[in-house]
């Protein structure tokens, strides 16, 4: 079994500044990612990108919760910029905050059903 870490300490002093100076704040990126590490959360989100709007009943019943539940998860992601709600008469439905969201959502499904075939560095 092959060690992962290097056997020498050598800090390449030029890349090192390189990539300090090119890392952009990474605070709200985070917290995207914090929201969507929730399963529950996460199969909403998922379920968003499938039906682009559903009530909050619809996601109740997607997630075997109540609609308390539901509501509150749905308002996490939207006060997080992942999704956004719409009141139609008696009923609030929520969809994608917008396709950077869907997409994200959809590649992190794509890249954990690939298989452990990731290569290596």
């Known amino acids: 079994m092959t060690k992962e870490i290097c056997e020498v300490a050598i800090v390449h002093e030029e890349v ?10 990474v605070g709200a990126a985070a917290q995207l990612f914090k929201a969507l590490a929730d399963e529950t959360r996460l199969k909403i989100a998922f379920s968003l990108t499938i039906e682009e709007e559903m009530c909050v009943c619809d996601v109740a019943a997607v997630i075997g919760s109540s609609i308390a539940t539901a509501s509150h998860h749905l308002r ?7 999704a956004k ?3 139609k008469g008696k009923m609030v439905y929520y969809s994608l905050a917008d396709d950077h969201i869907h997409q994200l959502v959809k590649v992190a499904h794509e890249h954990t059903t690939e ?3 990731h290569g290596d560095c």
């Open 76 to 82: 996490y992601l939207r006060d997080n910029a992942l």
């Open 85 to 87: 709600s719409q009141r």
């Open 16 to 25: 090192v500044e390189r990539v300090q100076q090119a890392i952009p704040d």
């Open 115 to 117: 298989g452990d075939d």
